[in-house]
């Protein structure tokens, strides 16, 4: 079975794919192979240095991810570039992974973990999609305490997404990351044992 797993920023999507993956899920990380796609000999990392300059790579050839962040995130029709290069990339690597595992471990739950799921209009690839939900204003309170942010700042960060109760409305699994850590488990538990999984 292959799932896709979203959220916004500060919801706990990565423990909760950690927990899943411990439950014996196998991940698929799309955080994970857009850093593959732009190490140094990957064909996208060679086309993203022809569009914006040898100036995004470090002396080693590996990329600097602060100076293309700082050109693609100052810049929209810049970012939209970058994503034209990456995201086809990501996306073929993932649905292989998805096929290969699907094959090879028939009876197991593969999980593909996507931060921009709906945003980029994959959710139908998936038999079902999980979205780890907590309150907009907890997402806030979260980003304020975990990277230091001003309110503003973190509002501004949670804008660039979807908003997490249209998220919430378009699951086909809700997993509510508001409470304590063992209600989250719980959850996911109950989850896997009505697929037979657990």
Excluded: C
């Amino acid at each position: 079975m292959n799932i896709g797993l979203t959220g916004g920023i500060a919801t706990g999507k990565s423990s909760v794919s950690a927990y899943l993956a411990s439950k014996g899920a196998l991940l698929i990380d799309a955080d994970v192979i857009a850093r593959e796609v732009m190490m140094p000999g990957h064909p996208v990392l060679a086309a993203a240095v022809k569009r914006f300059g040898q100036a995004i790579l470090n002396e080693d050839g590996t990329l600097d991810r602060k100076k293309l962040g700082s050109i693609v995130f100052q810049q929209p029709e810049e970012r939209k570039a970058l994503e034209a290069i990456t995201h086809p990339a990501i996306r073929r690597e993932m649905r292989e992974r998805a096929a290969a595992y699907e094959l090879q471990h028939p009876d197991k739950l593969v999980v593909s973990d996507i931060p921009l799921l709906y945003e980029s209009g994959l959710e139908d690839g998936f038999e079902e999609v999980m979205v780890v939900y907590v309150p907009r204003s907890v997402q806030r309170d979260r980003l304020m305490s975990r990277d230091g942010m001003t309110a503003a700042q973190a509002e501004a960060r949670m804008d660039v997404q979807m908003d997490i109760e249209r998220k919430k409305q378009l699951a086909d699994i809700v997993i509510d990351n508001s409470g304590l850590w063992p209600e989250t488990e719980q959850q996911i538990d109950t989850y896997l044992q009505r697929k037979g999984l657990l």
